[in-house]
């Protein structure tokens, strides 16, 4: 297939780039190249014959449209969003911008092709959303793709505007689309922003490990290439018109999970005390919602697709991956608000 991918020099994007030209796919990537996008991110792809690149925003509605009719893709894989719910507390207009008037003319761009182009069958609209769209869980239960939307920040109720539109597009347009909520991801290439590079920078540079709160909040980790596994999966096999949820079947309070990665850095790259001594408590986020958790029942049952390597395998592979690349993470300590707590603002 040819897929066109939104947001692939970020984070999950580029592991979806990557895994789909392994699989023998061609891709299309189309990134605004905004603060948290790496070009280096696709380095190991970027000189394939399967791979083309595109430099367009996806709120310039003339300039999606145009890729669409230079490139003729079979499929879309929508990822291109504002993510980070700190910088959504600070600056909501961004992320109302990007992830739903951006997504209403990623919307419209491939309803006008996918019409134009006799509505092939096999076309596939593929939207990426997150769990936060579900809002909060107390001790127990888990998110399934039937629990109501009830978003509590900026950045959730964001992508939850995306996915209703989504729907809309399908129902009124018969456009094919499909989406999938997914739990917090971590792995190679994370923009250090989010929590746990945040937590092994800070630790090998020997400053203080924020903790927002007591810690206790609770998250899902799904490595980020099973992720790309399953929503590759989900492009070729899901039914239109289907949520699928995505997890990874890890949930680990913050508190734990920053001792976890503590006591790896202990082993991996000893300092005169250990890493944990450097865990700083701090007021917590204004909005933060207690638990995630996902169902992930409906695409094992239906799609076949489970997660490959339990938390404490991804967190070795990861902070592994931290290890061996300072080149990379180095390069992006400049960047806005790489370093600094976000979010105090509201």
Same mark, same amino acid.
């Given at each position: 297939? #040819? ?8 984070? $999950?994007?580029? *592991?979806?780039?990557?895994? *789909? ?74 992320? $109302?911008?990007? @992830?739903?008037?951006?997504?209403? @003319? ?68 018969? !456009? ?7 739990? @917090? ?14 937590? $092994? ?28 596994? *399953?929503?590759?999966?989900? !492009? ?26 503590? &006591? ?6 000893? &300092? ?6 450097? $865990? ?15 169902? *992930? ?19 070795? #592979? ?6 061996? @690349? ?19 603002? &509201?």
């Amino acid at each position: 297939m #040819k897929i066109l991918v939104t947001g692939g020099a970020g984070f $999950i994007g580029s *592991a979806v780039v990557r895994q *789909a030209i392994a699989d023998g796919h061609s891709v299309v990537n189309l990134d605004a190249m905004t603060y948290a996008a790496c070009a280096e991110n696709v380095a190991s792809v970027s000189s394939s014959a399967q791979y083309a690149f595109e430099h367009v925003d996806i709120r310039n509605a003339a300039d999606v449209a145009r890729v669409f009719g230079a490139h003729q893709p079979d499929a879309v894989m929508h990822l291109a969003a504002e993510s980070h719910v700190d910088r959504s507390i600070d600056g909501p207009s961004h992320f $109302i911008e990007t @992830n739903v008037t951006g997504t209403f @003319n990623m919307l419209e761009a491939a309803r006008a092709y996918w019409t134009a182009t006799g509505k092939p069958e096999g076309f596939r609209f593929h939207h990426i959303s997150t769990d936060e769209v579900y809002g909060t869980l107390g001790a127990t239960g888990q998110f399934t793709e039937d629990t109501p939307y009830a978003p509590n920040s900026p950045y959730s109720a964001s992508k939850a505007a995306s996915d209703h539109l989504v729907r809309a597009w399908g129902e009124t347009y018969g !456009l094919p689309v499909v989406v999938t909520n997914c739990s @917090n991801n971590y792995g190679p290439y994370h923009f250090p922003e989010k929590l746990i590079p945040v937590v $092994i920078l800070n630790a090998l540079a020997r400053k203080p490990i924020q903790v927002y709160g007591t810690g206790e909040n609770v998250r899902d980790w799904l490595y980020v290439e099973d992720h790309a596994v *399953a929503l590759l999966t989900v !492009l070729q096999n899901g039914k239109t018109g289907r949520t699928y949820n995505i997890g990874g079947e890890n949930e680990a309070t913050n508190i734990d999970l920053v001792r976890k990665i503590c &006591a790896i850095l202990d082993r991996k790259r000893p &300092a005169g005390a250990p890493y944990a001594d450097l $865990i700083t408590f701090v007021a917590d986020r204004p909005g933060h919602d207690l638990r995630y958790a996902i169902d *992930a029942t409906r695409i094992k049952t239906e799609l076949g697709w489970k997660p490959s390597v339990t938390l404490e395998q991804g967190l070795e #592979k990861t902070v592994d991956w931290f290890l061996n @690349n300072q080149d990379w993470w180095e390069a992006l300590q400049s960047r806005d608000g790489v370093g600094k707590r976000l979010g105090v603002n &509201a």
